[in-house]
């Protein structure tokens, strides 16, 4: 068995070291395997342009990147929080996986959403599988965006993926219902860390920008049905204890196995 934890929050634009303490104190007390942080949750989100980015981020020495290291060693935990990554004159919408003992990996967002596309350069780390070091649970990372692309949540399955961990800063209410279908065609558990609150940005041309962020952070049994679902608004903790194992058995029923009985010859894209 295993415990995840998905922490919703509201950060503060342009306020790490604020956010970091925010996080330190929702996760105080807080005994866990797995913590599952939001989509750029160091830094918030609503950058207007690669510069403001750039300024924002921070490479794999900076000091987000010290305070993860530290909480998944105080938890013997894999901690997977979202960040702006920097490396050299690119900005990367990222994923770090520390893990307990000091160990980073790093994802970058394969599919970028809306004003990403003019703050961040496309993800080029590729998808992949992590293993828990103190727990036999190999977890897939995906960011927001990417669950439109059911190939995405397939490929984390094709690694071997007991969980999906996603990162998120939704802003949409539909959602849920790709989420849930990814965990259900795939027989995996999602888990979702999405943020909550409202950011305001004023635009170059004078207008603004308001984003209100859909909170509902949630964990999806490989049926594809919500073990439990954070609402809208809350900061919260959700910690949830799993089977891992479960999700390895592929068949549905007595004949059909989602995997062996794919037919990829006939399949486009």
Same mark, same amino acid.
């Given at each position: 068995?295993? #415990?995840?934890?998905?922490?919703?929050?509201?950060?503060? =634009?342009? !306020?790490?070291?604020?956010?970091?303490?925010?996080? *330190?104190?929702?996760? %105080?007390?807080?005994?866990?395997?797995?913590?599952?942080?939001? @989509?750029?949750?160091?830094?918030?989100?609503?950058?207007?342009?690669?510069?403001?980015?750039?300024?924002?981020?921070?490479?794999? &020495?900076?000091?987000?990147?010290?305070?993860?290291?530290?909480?998944? %060693?105080?938890?013997?935990?894999?901690?997977? *929080?979202?960040?702006?990554?920097?490396?050299?004159?690119?900005?990367?919408n990222?994923?770090?996986?520390a893990?307990?003992?000091?160990?980073? #990996?790093?994802?970058?967002?394969?599919?970028?959403?809306?004003?990403?596309?003019?703050?961040?350069?496309?993800? %080029?780390?590729?998808?992949?599988?992590? &293993?828990?070091?103190?727990?036999?649970?190999?977890?897939?990372?995906?960011?927001? %965006? &990417?669950?439109? $692309?059911?190939?995405? !949540?397939?490929?984390?399955?094709?690694?071997?993926?007991?969980?999906? !961990?996603?990162p998120?800063?939704?802003?949409?209410?539909?959602?849920?219902?790709?989420?849930?279908?990814? *965990?259900?065609?795939n027989?995996?558990?999602?888990?979702?860390?999405?943020?909550?609150?409202? @950011?305001?940005?004023?635009?170059?041309?004078?207008?603004?920008?308001?984003l209100?962020?859909?909170?509902?952070?949630v964990?999806?049994?490989?049926?594809?049905?919500?073990?439990?679902?954070?609402d809208?608004?809350?900061?919260?903790?959700?910690?949830?204890?799993?089977?891992?194992?479960?999700t390895?058995?592929k068949? =549905?029923?007595? $004949?059909? &196995?989602?995997?062996?009985?794919?037919?990829? #010859? =006939?399949?486009?894209?």
């Amino acid at each position: 068995m295993l #415990k995840i934890s998905l922490v919703q929050f509201t950060p503060e =634009f342009g !306020a790490p070291a604020k956010n970091l303490q925010h996080i *330190a104190g929702l996760l %105080n007390g807080v005994e866990t395997d797995i913590i599952l942080l939001p @989509e750029l949750c160091t830094t918030g989100y609503s950058f207007l342009n690669q510069a403001e980015a750039l300024t924002a981020s921070e490479g794999l &020495d900076g000091e987000s990147i010290a305070f993860f290291k530290q909480l998944a %060693n105080e938890h013997k935990a894999m901690v997977i *929080a979202g960040f702006a990554e920097r490396d050299g004159e690119k900005v990367y919408n990222s994923a770090l996986i520390a893990l307990p003992g000091g160990e980073l #990996k790093v994802y970058r967002k394969t599919h970028l959403f809306f004003r990403e596309k003019v703050c961040f350069s496309e993800g %080029n780390s590729g998808f992949f599988i992590v &293993d828990h070091p103190l727990k036999d649970c190999k977890v897939g990372i995906m960011i927001c %965006n &990417d669950w439109r $692309y059911p190939e995405a !949540a397939r490929s984390l399955t094709l690694l071997g993926a007991d969980i999906i !961990a996603c990162p998120s800063n939704l802003v949409s209410n539909v959602w849920g219902i790709g989420m849930a279908a990814r *965990a259900l065609e795939n027989k995996v558990y999602v888990a979702v860390a999405n943020r909550c609150g409202t @950011e305001t940005r004023q635009m170059d041309d004078g207008s603004t920008q308001s984003l209100t962020f859909t909170g509902g952070s949630v964990l999806y049994n490989f049926t594809g049905e919500p073990i439990e679902q954070a609402d809208k608004t809350e900061q919260h903790v959700i910690t949830l204890e799993i089977d891992p194992l479960l999700t390895r058995d592929k068949f =549905f029923n007595a $004949y059909n &196995d989602l995997l062996n009985d794919r037919r990829p #010859k =006939f399949y486009l894209g």
